[in-house]
């Protein structure tokens, strides 16, 4: 039987109703629209699913939707601010970051979390950060490269 | 993947979660991290499905020679909390920072990961080895159990139906103690296919391991080359028997002359 949802989404209160056995992963972009949470490998592994929940990464395809009731959710498409690409998002776009594109939004906000908590990792901490991010074609350095230029951009 | 129709009910309170517990085919959630994938690949069909998430059941209290950690305390917030910091403990923060992954230690509990009881988990080996207990509560009452006499075989614990942990408690080290956790891990899964952890204090070492067998174990005093020789130690495609116990030997010395650089670090 569905039960109702309700979440703020990039800062706006929503409410859907999900069936109990629904993934975050499946509610955000069968339910709201929301795409950039991508289904990669749906075992947890690939990380191209990670959203922010209350500022921390998390793998939308290992939570029940229900699980996420009353939390504040981040997708990729709520990182721009007014039209302004974040410094991340920026970033990956100077410095290579992406080739297909696919996990790209997981590795964004998985960085996203690692630039709050510690906002001038070197390579070390970004590729301990990431390691949950799997990416198949850039081969992980230019993803690194672009995570330290927008932490100095940040942090300049 | 998506898990078989179930049913879910949001635990306001531990009364009210043993409730809901209370029926034939209920099934915890924490976290989700363990639980989550399992009714993805249909492993578990639970009728109904008891979110403990909001329970409080969180963060680390020292004081009266424990350091009492609730059950739902993440593997991130272990990374960081300034509890663990005595030497002596050092391994606990260090192991949850090699756990899984950023996404995983954000949301995945300790408590949660306890009662899965995946006979590879890394941090089971750190708490035998520190005799760390838990504290289970159900309708009937509270209860403590060694860690030791906790798991009794592959995801399987002496955990009764409608019961939780509440609580693990670690003893706090003497002062001079030192522990370190060594692992070598499967590199798709990330699991451990051979852990060991080692706390050296003023009476003596004691080690514990994990990935080898059917669930984590405290290994015999002495020589651990000697006491892996004795035991039986599980094999797959991915590591054989005597790999792992070769594996589990050199983590084992490794593991031991990190405890012992903390231990004299402390001193």
């Given at each position: 039987m569905p039960e109702t949802l309700s979440l703020v989404v990039n800062g706006e209160p929503r409410s859907l109703a999900v069936e109990p056995r629904t993934l975050l992963v499946h509610a955000l972009r069968d339910g709201l629209g929301l795409t950039g949470?991508?289904?990669?490998?749906?075992?947890?592994q690939c990380g191209a699913c990670t959203v922010l929940l209350d500022g921390r990464a998390v793998k939308s395809c290992t939570l029940l939707a229900l699980q996420a009731e009353g939390v504040e959710v981040t997708t990729i498409e709520g990182l721009a601010r007014d039209g302004e690409l974040h410094p991340l998002q920026r970033a990956f776009v100077e410095h290579h970051g992406l080739q297909c594109g696919f996990c790209t939004p997981g590795v964004?906000?998985?960085?996203?979390?690692?630039?709050?908590?510690?906002?001038?990792p070197d390579a070390e901490s970004i590729r301990h950060a990431l390691r949950g991010n799997l990416c198949r074609c850039t081969g992980y350095q230019p993803i690194v490269e672009s995570v330290r230029a927008a932490a100095r951009e940040v942090s300049s | 993947?998506?898990?078989?129709?179930?049913?879910?009910?949001?635990a306001l309170s531990l009364e009210d979660a043993f409730e809901a517990l209370a029926e034939d085919e209920a099934k915890a959630l924490a976290?989700?991290?363990?639980?989550?994938p399992v009714l993805k690949l249909r492993v578990a069909r639970p009728s109904l499905v008891v979110d403990i998430g909001g329970l409080g059941l969180r963060g680390l209290t020292a004081g009266e020679g424990e350091v009492r950690i609730g059950a739902l305390t993440t593997w991130?917030?272990?990374e960081e909390a300034v509890e663990l910091r005595a030497p002596g403990l050092a391994a606990v923060s260090e192991c949850a920072r090699g756990i899984g992954d950023l996404q995983v230690r954000n949301r995945g509990t300790l408590g949660g990961s306890l009662a899965h009881a995946d006979p590879a988990s890394d941090m089971p080996a750190v708490l035998l080895a520190l005799g760390a207990r838990l504290r289970l509560r159900s309708r009937g009452g509270e209860r403590d159990v060694p860690l030791s006499q906790f798991f009794v075989g592959p995801f399987l614990t002496v955990l009764e139906?409608?019961?939780?942990?509440?609580e693990i408690v670690v003893p706090v080290p003497p002062p001079g103690s030192g522990s370190a956790?060594?692992?070598?891990?499967?590199?798709?899964?990330?699991?451990?296919?051979?852990?060991?952890?080692?706390?050296?204090?003023?009476?003596?070492?004691?080690?514990?391991?994990?990935?080898l067998g059917a669930h984590p174990f405290t290994l015999p005093a002495g020589d651990p080359r000697e006491a892996l020789s004795s035991t039986e130690i599980f094999g797959d495609r991915f590591a054989p028997a005597e790999y792992r116990r070769e594996l589990a030997a050199v983590l084992a010395e490794?593991?031991?002359s990190a405890a012992r650089k903390h231990a004299r670090e402390a001193s």
């Open positions: 949470a991508h289904v990669g490998c749906d075992t947890s964004i906000l998985a960085a996203a979390d690692l630039l709050s908590r510690n906002p001038d | 993947m998506i898990p078989a129709p179930v049913r879910y009910h949001r976290g989700g991290q363990s639980l989550v991130a917030e272990l139906s409608g019961e939780l942990i509440v956790y060594a692992s070598v891990e499967h590199p798709a899964s990330g699991f451990a296919l051979a852990g060991v952890a080692a706390f050296v204090h003023p009476e003596g070492e004691t080690l514990a391991a994990t990935g490794r593991a031991l």
